[in-house]
């Protein structure tokens, strides 16, 4: 099945695609190369502990816009498209939501407040309500002494899809063996990423290279770490970058094809 989906799905784009990951951690640039660096994630940080509380403010710290806009004009440029996941705290401001809606760009959840699904769902319904759309998946964001995100869990986080009735868990992480994602209790799973700022050259080839339907994980400030635009732009010269959804929706079809046959 895996491998007439691979066929198809190529089939189906009418070329050899990747699907693009885009986690809106950080209100700042953290990776400022100056010597303020120090100081400015000591301020993303505490900007991140006020919100905690309260994102009545949130609009006044989207200082990520820059990058963000950066990253859309990429895609502009390789004809590419791809997912936001926004944390509640990295909320986009009207202006932003509309370059990303005009983009053509899809929009998801990334959770921090993974403790219960009472505070993970009433998240999901927040963002919803501030942006009026409806979310179809989420990703979740990670975890360190400054981090919110809680261990990782992958079935209580399918749970929480579930019963949300979302469409996908698009973490990618924990089965490198998956060549296409799968579906786990009626929500799409992917298995595998590669994240630019941590991966070499050679890796990020080998990887594009040699997947049916790679992920690409990228932040926006991660454009302002030297290398990482001129992976990203490698490899939207190799493959069509498009936004999980779609990658979803046409599994989803093409599973019922192939099925039926």
């Given at each position: 099945m895996q491998a007439g989906l691979c066929e198809?799905?190529?089939s189906e784009f009418g070329e050899r695609v990747a699907v693009l990951r885009y986690d809106v951690d950080n209100v700042l640039n953290v990776y400022k190369p100056s010597t303020y660096n120090k100081l400015v994630k000591i301020s993303n940080l505490a900007?991140?502990?006020?919100?905690?509380?309260?994102?009545?403010?949130?609009?006044?710290?989207?200082?990520?816009e820059n990058h963000l806009s950066e990253l859309i004009d990429i895609e502009k440029e390789y004809n590419a498209h791809g997912t936001f996941f926004f944390r509640i705290i990295t909320l986009p401001?009207?202006?932003i939501l509309?370059?990303?809606?005009?983009?053509?760009?899809?929009?998801?959840?990334?959770?921090?407040r993974n403790e219960s699904f009472?505070?993970?769902?009433?998240?999901?319904i927040k963002m919803e309500k501030n942006l009026g759309i409806k979310v179809l998946g989420y990703t979740k964001h990670g975890m360190s002494r400054v981090r919110s995100g809680g261990t990782w869990d992958e079935k209580k986080f399918i749970a929480f899809a579930k019963l949300a009735n979302l469409k996908y868990f698009a973490q990618g992480a924990?089965?490198?063996?998956?060549?296409?994602p799968r579906r786990v209790k009626g929500v799409w799973v992917f298995g595998h990423h590669i994240t630019l700022k941590h991966a070499s050259w050679n890796d990020v080839v080998k990887y594009v290279k040699g997947?049916?339907?790679p992920m690409l994980l990228v932040h926006p400030e991660d454009l302002g770490i030297p290398g990482v635009k001129e992976k990203l732009e490698?490899?939207?010269s190799q493959r069509r970058g498009v936004e999980v959804i779609r990658v979803v929706k046409t599994l989803e079809r093409l599973t019922a094809e192939l099925q039926a046959r």
């Open positions: 198809a799905l190529v900007i991140e502990i006020a919100m905690l509380s309260t994102t009545k403010f949130r609009f006044l710290f989207p200082l990520y401001t009207s202006k509309n370059i990303i809606r005009s983009q053509g760009d899809e929009i998801g959840y990334h959770s921090d009472e505070t993970w769902y009433e998240d999901l924990g089965h490198p063996g998956w060549e296409l997947r049916c339907l490698y490899v939207l």
